[in-house]
């Protein structure tokens, strides 16, 4: 699969503080790409560097597999923090800017403008734009010259609900026309609901990549053992409420449905007249911890 | 170059506050070049009342001299253009938009040129006012008027570019370190009027010539009229190298320390 961006120990310090540490991680053609992570572990850094607009102590970057050489950032459309434009300026004058810029053609603008449903708008001055209407200019301006990739670095903060709604559809409909989007985000939800793919920071560190089915699953393993592991097998084999069955370790790793504990599983076994030697609930993953923990800061 | 050029028109043309303060400084310029010489005039001759010899009017706008004179006069005008300047530059700060840019794809260098541009763009605006107000009213007052005379001095009009480009490298420094307008005006008058004269004061012979202000006001020097020719006074009616090397070496500090700037900045 075609590389997007790739980044080999990226790291960033701002004084006493590791922005971001050693990073390395790979972005491919057509994954909608989550950096999940609570205030402050280092998104907004790490896009900054693939950007060019933060310089990195050290590491390094590539985008594309470097086939667009220096011209690759033209390729990629993207908004760090806010939408920012000359606010004395309308939106279509704004985005002549960007479109020159981007060395294309001012034709360009009225595609984007009607994608983002602001075309209507075109003539009013940036300043009056509510933060909805200012987040959408911004990706029509990301999205000038049909980029490859859309840098999104928490694009529904501060929306109310119809703005948030609105701005995850858009990101679906721009994927779905083939452009990789990367998107920064400290809501759990948001990822689950609009990414294929996830890497999760905090304080600059890496604790999981991968699919979002993989790493963002809620997942109940339980490790049981009998006398009789053939047996016990079989009877949990018939429990229509269990999602997994691994063997490992002479042990059998079971994952529940989110309604099922290890008790009633215990009781059930019981009944069909087979006890455990050993019942031990997995300990939740750092990774789980983790999100936990971003689940409650977001209550 | 002709992309960022055109860049920069956008941001400067859409910007209100340029055209009232073109508008003001193109307004104080003409009045100020068109009633000079009535004015000197009124004074001198006031004054003359009561002297025993009889002091022959001024002529500030025959040419070849009025490139020289007028050219001398504008210059003191230019803590407009500068002002103009400034603006244009902390606006890319206040607004991020500098940091927007180079997200757009800008490079940081084009980001660093387009503002050389903007400064180039200032001083060639400056620069044909002027051009235009010396012809109107050279060709209104010269007696005989020949090529010769278009020519005899027109050093001076690329000189007042030479001043302005420079003054303004200085300003842009100032804007770009200081990122707020009000405060980078400040600090460049500030500068301008008390910290390097006190320099200049406190610097053994003519050292202060070297700095900055001081050589560039130095490249255009005050004309040497017939009033001045009385007293004995003799001045400078030329444009000298020395002048435009010293300035011309302050012009290259100012605008690498920006260069710099614009390659190492965290935007
Ligand atoms: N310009 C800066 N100067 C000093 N510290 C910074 C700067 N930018 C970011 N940081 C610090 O770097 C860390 C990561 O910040 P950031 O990348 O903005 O996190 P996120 O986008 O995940 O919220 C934070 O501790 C933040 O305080
Ligand atoms: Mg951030």
Redesign the pocket.
């Known amino acids: 699969m075609e590389i997007i961006l790739q980044t080999k120990k990226l790291n960033?310090q701002?004084?006493s503080?590791?922005?971001?540490n050693d990073l390395d991680f790979t972005i491919r053609k057509g994954e909608i790409f989550g950096?999940l992570?609570?205030?402050?572990?280092?998104?907004?850094?790490?896009?900054?560097m693939a950007l060019g607009v933060?310089l990195p102590q050290s590491g390094s970057f590539e985008w594309f597999e470097g086939k667009y050489g220096k011209n690759s950032r033209t390729k990629v459309g993207a908004i760090l923090?806010s939408p920012i434009f000359y606010p004395y300026m309308s939106a279509l004058d704004n985005l002549k800017i960007v479109a020159k810029i981007k060395k294309q053609n001012y034709s360009d603008i009225d595609r984007v403008l009607k994608h983002v449903e602001l075309y209507d708008r075109r003539k009013s001055p940036f300043k009056t734009f509510s933060l909805g209407m200012k987040q959408r200019l911004a990706i029509a301006a990301a999205l000038i010259g049909n980029p490859e990739a859309l840098i999104l670095?928490?694009p529904t903060n501060g929306l109310d609900p119809q703005g948030i709604a609105d701005i995850r559809e858009l990101v679906l409909r721009t994927a779905a026309e083939g452009v990789t989007i990367i998107l920064?985000s400290?809501l759990l939800d948001e990822v689950q609901k609009v990414c294929s793919h996830v890497m999760i920071?905090n304080?600059?560190n890496r604790l999981a990549i991968g699919k979002v089915d993989e790493i963002l699953q809620e997942k109940n393993i339980l490790e049981i053992k009998s006398e009789n592991m053939t047996d016990l097998k079989n009877t949990i084999s018939t429990f229509d409420d269990i999602r997994s069955i691994k063997e490992e370790d002479e042990k059998l790793l079971i994952e529940l449905s989110p309604e099922l504990s290890a008790d009633i599983i215990n009781k059930r076994l019981m009944k069909k007249g087979i006890s455990l030697s050993h019942l031990f609930m997995k300990e939740k993953s750092l990774e789980k911890f983790f999100l936990e923990i971003l689940k409650k800061e977001n209550v | 170059m002709f992309r960022l050029l055109q860049i920069e028109l956008i941001k400067a043309l859409k910007f209100k506050a340029i055209w009232w303060l073109g508008l003001v400084y193109f307004a104080v310029m003409a009045s100020i070049l068109f009633g000079v010489e009535a004015f000197i005039n009124k004074v001198v001759s006031d004054a003359g009342n009561n002297l025993p010899i009889s002091i022959p009017s001024v002529s500030l706008y025959s040419l070849p001299d009025a490139w020289h004179n007028l050219t001398y006069l504008a210059s003191f005008l230019k803590i407009f253009l500068a002002v103009i300047s400034i603006i244009l530059v902390t606006n890319e700060f206040n607004y991020k938009t500098v940091k927007q840019q180079i997200l757009n794809g800008l490079s940081r260098q084009e980001s660093f040129w387009s503002k050389v541009l903007l400064q180039l763009m200032i001083a060639l605006f400056s620069t044909a006012i002027i051009a235009v107000l010396v012809l109107i009213l050279g060709v209104l007052h010269t007696e005989e008027l020949s090529l010769g005379v278009f020519l005899t001095k027109s050093s001076f009009l690329f000189a007042y570019f030479f001043e302005i480009f420079s003054y303004l490298s200085l300003a842009f420094l100032i804007a770009t370190l200081v990122h707020r307008s009000g405060f980078a005006i400040g600090l460049l008058l500030l500068y301008g009027f008390v910290v390097e004269p006190i320099i200049s004061y406190k610097l053994p012979l003519d050292y202060g010539d070297y700095l900055p202000i001081s050589a560039i006001g130095n490249i255009i020097q005050l004309p040497n009229s017939q009033l001045m020719k009385i007293f004995g006074i003799e001045f400078q009616e030329y444009i000298a190298l020395n002048d435009l090397l010293i300035t011309s070496a302050w012009t290259i500090l100012f605008y690498a320390i920006v260069y710099v700037y614009y390659q190492k900045k965290?935007f």
């Open positions: 960033k701002y004084g503080i590791k922005a971001v950096i992570g609570p205030n402050g572990s280092g998104k907004t850094t790490t896009l900054g933060t923090e670095d928490e920064a400290h920071l304080k600059g | 965290d």
